[in-house]
C-alpha cells in the first residue's frame, strides 16, 4: 500500500482485472446487439420470448456497451497510468480488485433486471435502484483508490491524463447519482418535463463526463509513448480540460429541441454544443502535432492505432455533434438512425477504439509479456473499423431517408419498407464487429493466463 | 420545479471546479508545463519498440482520408438543410 516498493514490482491486479471485464462485456454486449439488430430486420424473430423481447435487450446491449465494455477498458488503463505518471503504486491492488468484482456483480445484476423486465425506462438509467447504489459505490471506491494513489504520489506536477481520470470519476459520480433520481428509490424519477430534462443532463453527461475524459486521458498518455515524443503543449491540454469541464457540463437540453423546455435552457444547450469545437480541436491539435511525422511508428504499435484511429472518430463525431446541436439540422436527424450511427462512432469508434487501444497498451506492460498474437488484435481492430465505418454510411443513409419522411409527412409504415435494405445491411456489417469482439476476448484472456511469449 | 435541479447541478458542478482549481494554483499546477509535457516519457524503463514499415504510413494516410471524406459528407448535409430552411 505503500508508494516507496519500486513501480516494477507492482502485479497491476486491478488493470488486468479490468482488462478482463472489459474483454468479456464487448463480446456479451456485442452479441445483444446483434439480436437487436436481428430484430429491425424480422421483428418476429424469437417472438415470445419475454426476456430476449427487443425493448429489453436494447438497453441490455447499451448498458452493457457502456459500463460492462467501455468503462473497465479506460478504467482498466487509467489504474496502470495514474499510478507510472505519479510514480508510486497504486494505493491498494486489493482495493482495485474489489471494486472491479463489484463492478462486475452491480453489471451482471443489472443485465439480468432488465431481461426480466425490472427498468426504469429512462434511457441509459434503465438500471434498478440496488445496481445504481452498487455503481455509486463503485464510482466512490474507484475514486478513493485514486486520490489515495495521488496523496502518495512522488512526481508533483499531475500530468493532464491524471486530471482528466480524477474529473471522469468525481464529475460521473455525481452525475450519476443526480441524473438516476437515486434519491426516489420507487421511481428513479422525477415527475413531468423536469426529469425529462434532468434525464438528458445525466444522458449526455454519463458520455461526456465519464467516456469522454477517460479516452481523452488515455490518448494523452498513450500517443506521446508510441511516438516517443513529448506533448506538444501542456498548457494547451490543461485549458482544453477545464473549457471540457465549463462547456460540456450543460448541453444536454440539445436532445430536447422538440419539447417544450424553457428557450434559455435550449439556448445554453446549442451554444454551448457548437462551443465544445473549442475543447475537441484543443485536444486534436495537441494530439495530432505530438503524433505530427511519426504516423509509421504510430500505426506500428497496436495501441497507437486503436487510438490515433479512436482520435480521429473523435473529430468526426464531435463536429457531427455540434452541427446536430443546430435546430434546422435536427429537423431532419433527430429520433432517426442518423443519430444511432453517430452514437456508435462516438461510443465503439471513439471511446471503444481508445479503450481497446488502452487495453492492448497495458496488458503486454502488466503481464510483462508481448501480446498473444499481433495479428489477432490487427484482424480486431479491421474489423471493428470496418463496422463502424459501415454503421456509419448504412445509418446515415437510412437515417435521412427517414428524416426527408417524415419532414415531408409520409406515414411510417411507407417509410418501412424503404428502409429495410438498411437495416440488413447494418446487421450483415454487425457480424464483424461481433466476431471483433470474441477474438479481442480470445486474445486477452491468452494474454494473460496462457502466453507462451517470452517475458521482456 | 427543474430549476432547483439545474441550479443544484450547476452548483455542485461548478463548486467543485472552481475548489479544485483553486487548489491547482495555489499548488503551482501550472508552473513548469514545460517538463509536465515530458511527463509520460519520464523514467520510462520498458519501451517496446516496433519495427516500422511503409504500410503502416499508408494505412494512416487511408484512415485520415475517410474520415475527411465522412466529415465532407456531415458538412453537405448542414448546407443543405440550412438552403433549404424554410
Known sequence: MTGDITMESENYMTARAYCLTAAFWFAVATSFGILAASYLVAPDFMANIAFLEFGRIRPIHVNLVLFGFVTPGLLGAAHYLVPRLMQTRLYSQKLGLITVLLWNVAVAAGMIGLSLGHTTGREYAELIWPVKILIVIGFGLIGANLFLTIRQRKEPILYVSVWYVCAAVVMTGVTYFIGNVVWEPETGALLGISDAVLLWFYGHNIFGLLLTPLSLAVAYYVIPKVTRNPLYSHTLSILGFWGLLVVYTHIGTHHLLQVPVPTWLKVIAIVDSVAMVIPVMVFLINIWYTARGKLGEIHADIAGKFIFTGTIMYFFVSIQGSMMALPNVQRITHFTNWVIGHSHIGVLGFAGMISLGGMYYVLPRITDKPLYSRFLADLQYWLILIGVVGFTIVLTAAGLIQGNAWLNGETIYRVLPEIHVYYVIRLAIGVFIVIGAYIGLYNVIRTLYWNPGAES | ?86
Open chain 2, 1 to 86: 420545479m427543474y430549476i432547483i435541479y439545474f441550479l443544484a447541478y450547476m452548483t455542485i458542478g461548478f463548486g467543485i471546479s472552481a475548489l479544485v482549481f483553486y487548489w491547482a494554483l495555489k499548488n503551482g499546477q501550472f508552473r513548469d508545463q514545460k517538463r509536465a509535457a515530458y511527463l509520460p516519457l519520464l523514467h520510462d524503463t520498458k519501451t517496446c519498440p516496433v519495427p516500422i514499415r511503409r504500410i503502416h504510413r499508408i494505412e494512416a494516410i487511408v484512415l485520415i482520408t475517410m474520415a475527411c471524406l465522412g466529415l465532407l459528407t456531415s458538412a453537405s448535409v448542414l448546407v443543405i438543410s440550412l438552403i433549404r430552411m424554410p
